[in-house]
């Protein structure tokens, strides 16, 4: 079962599945940041809906240049999915400060 996806638009960035919860080596590199590592998939969906804020903002700093950003969660209360929006504010260039002088 996949416990977390995040997708900027249509494409994956990284998501915490199977491999992960019940993985047997030491290394995590998936979205979780090794909250589920092993735990198996009853700890693994109940830590997912305790830190699920605390993982978005994670991916969220990992992928700064990313829009249109999509998670989706499974929980023991059914699958959730919230889109991040970013607004990016654009300060147009102001042009050159010119003195007018009086000949």
């Not at 019940?22 to 590592?37: K, L």
Request: aromatic share 10%.
């Amino acid at each position: 079962m996949i416990l977390i996806t995040a997708y900027e638009r249509a494409r994956i960035l990284c998501r915490c599945d199977e491999q992960c919860y019940d993985a047997q080596h030491d290394v995590c590199g998936c979205i979780c940041n090794g909250r589920n590592h092993g735990v198996g998939v009853d700890e693994a969906v109940r830590l997912t809906q305790e830190y699920a804020s605390f993982i978005a903002e994670e991916v969220i700093e990992r992928y700064p240049d990313a829009t249109g950003l999509a998670f989706h969660y499974e929980t023991t209360m059914g699958r959730f999915t919230f889109e991040c929006t970013r607004q990016v504010h654009f300060q147009p260039e102001r042009p050159p400060l010119t003195h007018n002088k009086k000949p």
